[in-house]
Each structure stands twice: as C-alpha cells, then as structure tokens.
C-alpha cells in the first residue's frame, strides 16, 4: 500500500502563486513515476504534471511555462510549484502514483483561483 498525502492548496488572485506537496508513504520502494493531476467542477480528471525517479518531466500543454513539479526522493515528496495562475486553473489538485497496476491517489487538494 502507498499512501499520499497532499498539501499547500488554498485561495489566489489571478497571477499569484502556490506550491503543492505530496508526500508519500508505505510501501513506495521501486516508485518511479508521481505526477499531479486536477479536477474541475462538472469536468474530467485531467493530468498536470509527472516526473520520474531520475528527474524527467512531462506537462499538460496548459500549464507549460507556469507550472513546475520537483521531486525530493529523500523525503519522498513530490512538489507543484504554480506561477501565474488563472482562473481556469480552479481545481482540485490530486497527488497520484501507480506501483505494479494499481493507481494510488491523495485526498486533493483544493485550489482556488480569483479573477
């Protein structure tokens, strides 16, 4: 079992920012890939961002150039540093993983964006 638990989701103007965590625990050796996704009111799951064990990262086209996902592999937290937000950005903010075909998702997190 793995256990994700985010944070640092809240309220912003339009062009601020915040920083998602997500730190994970349990079961969690042999993790590679962690990645943030989101979910708007009446819309899909969308993905975000995702980085791998060694670092190499992948963003949705709507986010690319605002947003940023690091890892800290010591502390098994992954980061989602959000610049320029907007309000399409409106979202609850979902930490996930996936460890031998079974997906594994935080509690989200709720961000909110003003205009």
């Known amino acids: 079992q793995v256990q994700l638990v985010e944070s640092g989701g809240g309220l912003v103007q339009a062009g601020g920012s915040l920083r998602l965590s997500c730190a994970a625990s349990?079961?969690?050796?042999?993790?590679?890939?962690m990645g943030w996704y989101r979910q708007a009111p009446g819309k899909q799951r969308e993905l975000v961002a995702t980085?791998?064990?060694?670092?190499?990262?992948n963003y949705a086209d709507s986010v690319k150039g605002r947003f940023s996902i690091s890892r800290d592999n010591a502390k098994n937290t992954v980061y989602l540093q959000m610049n320029s937000l907007k309000p399409e950005d409106t979202a609850i903010y979902y930490c996930?993983?996936?460890?031998?075909?079974?997906?594994?998702w935080g509690q989200g997190t709720q961000v909110t964006v003003s205009s």
């Open positions: 996930h993983t996936r460890k031998v075909l079974t997906d594994y």
């Open positions: 349990g079961s969690i050796f042999s993790i590679s890939r």
């Open positions: 980085i791998t064990d060694d670092g190499i990262t």
